[in-house]
């Protein structure tokens, strides 16, 4: 299969608005499984405020969230896909450029020190484009995340000592939960990522933080840390938007990787409730948005 990187252009376009306005159906599934939990009246209405914006915002095809984020696309590449990798980074870049241009979405991207907004949503390494490889047959996936600042903020990392053990690692995700209460728009998909170095657990948490719901940690070890991490973080008291209730979270997700043996690396990144992304599959037979 040859890539067309001109399809690739308008794919990276719409899915950018298609995640904007639509919230994924597991997330929704999320906050039905919430509301049957929740006990504290406060906590009971601000979920159900949540939901008619999910509504509304279907209904008049609005945007979930004024926040646009900072886009992030992953690419997946399959076997016998023929490619230019700079001409389909540059395509993803001109198709996120042109959703913030021809849409009315607010450009939240700036250059770091002189805060200048491009209103393109672009700007140095923006967007992230992270490319991998599988084995299925000329196949190209490509899935857009708008990560919200309000919840980006909400990011840690610590180089614990091995010898405190899986413990430490429990604290410090729960202390770091605690110390962001309701700034980071509960309830939340709470993202750890524990091995590695520092930057690729950095990038685990990522990956946990906007993995969909009801999926499971590949590792055992990893898998049995996220249930009894989701538990404890919904005995805070935290609740939604920080107001109070057992709906802080609508899970805790854990990525592992290998690491050296005189370090443990534990990263923290945080997802709001409003956890966007779309994603597509593109094949010889067309586009099949998910």
Same mark, same amino acid.
């Given at each position: 299969m040859q890539l067309d990187t001109g399809e690739i252009e308008e794919l990276a376009k719409a899915l950018y608005i298609r995640a904007l306005k639509l919230l994924p159906p597991d997330i929704k599934r999320g906050f039905s499984q919430l509301?049957? /939990?929740?006990? +504290?009246?406060? =906590?009971?209405?601000i979920l159900a405020t949540m939901v008619e914006n999910i509504a509304v915002a279907e209904r008049t095809s609005n945007l979930l969230c004024q926040d646009t984020g900072i886009p992030i696309y992953n690419v997946i590449i399959g076997r016998n896909v023929a490619c230019d990798g700079?001409?389909?980074?540059?395509?993803?870049?001109? =198709?996120?450029? /042109?959703?913030?241009?021809?849409?009315?979405?607010?450009?939240?991207?700036?250059?770091?020190?002189?805060? /200048?907004?491009?209103q393109t949503s672009c700007g140095i390494g923006v967007p992230l484009i992270n490319v991998d490889f599988d084995e299925r047959e000329e196949t190209v996936e490509i899935e857009m995340i708008p990560k919200g600042s309000g919840s980006e903020n909400g990011s840690f990392l610590a180089m614990l000592i091995p010898? +405190?053990? %899986?413990?430490? @690692?429990?604290?410090?995700? *729960?202390?770091? %939960?605690?110390?962001?209460g309701g700034r980071v728009c509960p309830p939340t998909i709470v993202g750890v990522g524990i091995g590695g170095t520092s930057d690729l657990c !950095?990038?685990?948490?990522?990956? #946990?933080?906007?993995?969909?719901?009801g999926t499971a940690c590949a +590792? #055992? +070890? =990893?898998?049995? *840390?996220?249930?009894?991490?989701?538990?404890?973080?919904?005995?805070?008291?935290?609740g939604p938007q920080g107001l109070g209730g057992r709906s802080t979270a609508f899970r805790v997700?854990?990525?592992?990787? #290998?690491?050296? *043996?005189? !370090?443990?690396? %534990? #990263?923290v990144n945080i997802q709001?409730?409003?956890?966007?992304?779309?994603?597509? @599959? @593109?094949?010889p037979g067309g586009i099949a948005f998910r």
């Amino acid at each position: 299969m040859q890539l067309d990187t001109g399809e690739i252009e308008e794919l990276a376009k719409a899915l950018y608005i298609r995640a904007l306005k639509l919230l994924p159906p597991d997330i929704k599934r999320g906050f039905s499984q919430l509301q049957e /939990r929740e006990t +504290d009246a406060t =906590g009971s209405a601000i979920l159900a405020t949540m939901v008619e914006n999910i509504a509304v915002a279907e209904r008049t095809s609005n945007l979930l969230c004024q926040d646009t984020g900072i886009p992030i696309y992953n690419v997946i590449i399959g076997r016998n896909v023929a490619c230019d990798g700079a001409a389909l980074k540059a395509a993803i870049r001109r =198709g996120c450029e /042109r959703a913030t241009r021809e849409h009315p979405l607010r450009s939240s991207v700036v250059h770091p020190l002189t805060r /200048r907004n491009e209103q393109t949503s672009c700007g140095i390494g923006v967007p992230l484009i992270n490319v991998d490889f599988d084995e299925r047959e000329e196949t190209v996936e490509i899935e857009m995340i708008p990560k919200g600042s309000g919840s980006e903020n909400g990011s840690f990392l610590a180089m614990l000592i091995p010898a +405190d053990g %899986v413990k430490a @690692v429990k604290r410090f995700v *729960i202390d770091r %939960v605690i110390e962001c209460g309701g700034r980071v728009c509960p309830p939340t998909i709470v993202g750890v990522g524990i091995g590695g170095t520092s930057d690729l657990c !950095m990038h685990l948490a990522k990956v #946990a933080a906007t993995r969909p719901l009801g999926t499971a940690c590949a +590792d #055992a +070890d =990893g898998a049995r *840390i996220e249930a009894e991490l989701s538990q404890a973080v919904n005995q805070l008291g935290i609740g939604p938007q920080g107001l109070g209730g057992r709906s802080t979270a609508f899970r805790v997700h854990v990525e592992v990787a #290998a690491t050296h *043996i005189t !370090m443990n690396p %534990v #990263a923290v990144n945080i997802q709001c409730h409003s956890a966007r992304r779309a994603s597509a @599959v @593109v094949t010889p037979g067309g586009i099949a948005f998910r």
